[in-house]
């Protein structure tokens, strides 16, 4: 499965952003002027390829999921490029597309909400919800439409009888399921995944990352996939990028930056997954402080405040990301220099077996 | 049944089975009467918490694991059918039958947020907007400990401090909208440890918080629950964080537990099925990296049903068909362990 999933990965770049900033203006006062901004996204750089999954992490207000709808311009840029390379037109630059030039680029990128309760329109059938993109592009109608829209919940696993059904009549992991067959209405390339899974419980939480992962591979589907949990997000991407108060400080393949961090944020953030073994537990490493204010950042390197390795420089001269070798990137001035800890593998920890179904019972016989 | 006569007898007939334990829940049933239909949320759940241990409750959304932490405070708005949860204070050898007292008499608010008190989810709505977090732990302490205002005010500087505030004085006079998630925990922490109760029932009290915030606040339960010796209910959903904390662990499903145990055997050994899956079902960091997750199949049924036998046998992979369908399995000890129970048909 796993070889199969890297046969579909081409080294073709099917995304690249390129310094990349979206400020929101804060007002105030009686004339409601423009006081400074809230750099939620501060010029970041990073790239996809066609078929893979690169996760995004970070804590809340890092710019995670502000990245992720800049990209599909349902935010609009304040700078930079974002360079989509679209099946039909070939590379466009997405920040410069007028609203007509974007419908036709749109189909080919879709996004999946963290909320499935908030998602969905509650006045919409099940139907009508999915069949809404293929209507909006003219792609289907009539019967065709009804057809398409039925194929497309029998492959996330609802029964297309729900189809004249509304969202309340569904569980929070069916709600996700038919968010998804949105999503894929109109066979996208790129899919943003914004926090798909953390409002779901943990069993549902596993359906639904199966199914992602069976679609990306049927459909050859490339997702940036946006999460705070870093369990998940080492299970199911091949690259990472660690964000920070707008910033990306790290990207490197899953296993580099695991298990060989090179960014002392990443190292602290790795050391307070609180790992499912009561014979490993750990003490976190101590960051003073809290997240600083995106409005209101810091001098140089923006974790220099909560880093225990930093030195003068840190102070003045914001370090650049940059490639170490083999696709690590890294926005630290020591990163040659430091060595920091990686997860420990929780190998020791034993799968246990289900126990097999049991013979049946003649229903007479009560429990001993 | 709840006047005070009533409650004298009946405190002197029980006796805690074991000298240790701060409170045992026994067959608590609980239900809701809505106008879709009875819900009934626990369906006889029993377990007890040792003096000084952290009990984690573990189990999916609907599966009554806070409706068991809300029945203790007699701040549920279900109706307590059955069953006893009995509490013993710190140093006395009185024990007392909750859901026998008032629900806002005396004795109950004598014991809430005194002896028993609770942190909850939502650092952020927990709160009050109005007043200043200093003077919302004062309150506490000015009602069940001190009547002296300076001194409650010392005592909350104290206690901010204690959890790791940096600058208690300037804190005290915040209102909650001036501190992050993490330090609103903080605070709603030090509220529910201002009395140095019995027991502390935190019900998800790192969900909202982001991970590095999470370990954080983790390790600080942990300092203080070795400090001052409190008991702790852990409810959590969260495996990783029951690994971390919890000495003792009771998974619940549907309102019942349905396996408990010490922590180190939930983890290594355990026994019900829905256990098993539930620890197959997440991502473990360099394991099943390209590897299909495992998942429990289906979801939970609808409250307002009710499952015939074993309320997990619709999902179980190890369902025995005509046994498990109609047979609900009581709760035993696994073979050769004074500490392990199971409800399962697989283990009688």
Known sequence: MDTAKKNGRSDEILLEVRGLKKHFPIHSGFLRRVTGYVKAVDGIDFYIKKGETLGLVGESGCGKSTTGRTILRLLD???????????????????????????????NMQIIFQDPFSSLNPRLTVGQIVGEPLEIQKAASGQALRDRVAELLQEVGIRPENMTRYPHAFSGGQRQRIGIARALALNP????????????????????????????????????????????????????????????????????????????????????????????????????????????PPSGCYFHPRCRYAEDICKVERPPLRDIGGEHWVACHFAERLQLQGVTRLNEIPLIELPKRQAPVPAASPAS | MTNAAATGTERTNIQIVSEDDVVRVEDLRLSFYTSLGVVRALNGVSFNIPRGKVLGVVGESGCGKSQTGLAIMQLTFGRIEEGRILFR????????????????????????????????????????????????????????????????????????????????????????????????????????????????IADEPTTALDVTTEAQILDLMRDLQHEIGTSIMFITHNMGVVAQMCDEVAVMYLGRVIERAAVDDIFYDPKHPYTISLLRSIPRLGIARGQKLESIKGTVPDPYSTVPGCPFHPRCPAAIPGLCDTVMPEEIFIAGSQTHTVRCHLYT
């Open chain 1, 77 to 107: 840029p304040t700078a930079g490029e974002i360079i989509f390379d679209d099946p039909n037109i070939g590379k466009v630059d997405l920040a410069k597309l007028s609203r007509a030039q974007l419908k036709r680029v749109r189909p």
């Open chain 1, 189 to 296: 390339k790129l899919i943003v995944c914004d926090e798909p899974v953390s409002a779901l419980d943990v069993s549902i939480q596993a359906q639904v990352l199966n199914l992602l992962e069976d679609l990306q591979e049927k459909y050859n589907l490339t997702y940036l996939f946006i999460a705070h949990d870093l369990s998940v997000v080492e299970h199911i991407s091949d690259r990472v990028a660690v964000m920070y108060v707008g910033y990306i400080v790290e990207m490197a393949s899953t296993e580099d930056l695991y298990y060989h961090p090179k960014h002392p944020y990443t190292e602290a953030l790795l050391a307070a997954i609180p790992k499912p073994d009561p014979r490993k537990r750990t003490r976190p490493i101590k960051l003073p402080g809290d997240v600083p204010n995106p409005a209101n």
């Open chain 2, 89 to 200: 204070e710190f140093n006395t050898s009185e024990v007392i039958d909750i859901t026998k007292l008032e629900k806002n008499g005396p004795e109950m608010r004598r014991i809430r947020g005194n002896h028993i008190s609770m942190i909850f989810q939502e650092p952020m709505t927990s709160l009050n907007p109005c007043y200043t977090v200093g003077h919302q732990i004062e309150e506490a302490i000015l009602l069940h400990q001190t009547r002296d205002k300076a001194e409650a005010r010392r005592r909350t500087v104290d206690i901010l401090r204690k959890v790791g505030m940096p600058n208690p004085e300037r804190i005290a006079d915040s209102y909650p909208h001036q501190l992050s998630g993490g330090m609103r925990q903080r605070a709603m922490i030090a509220m529910a440890l201002s009395c140095n109760p019995t027991l502390l």
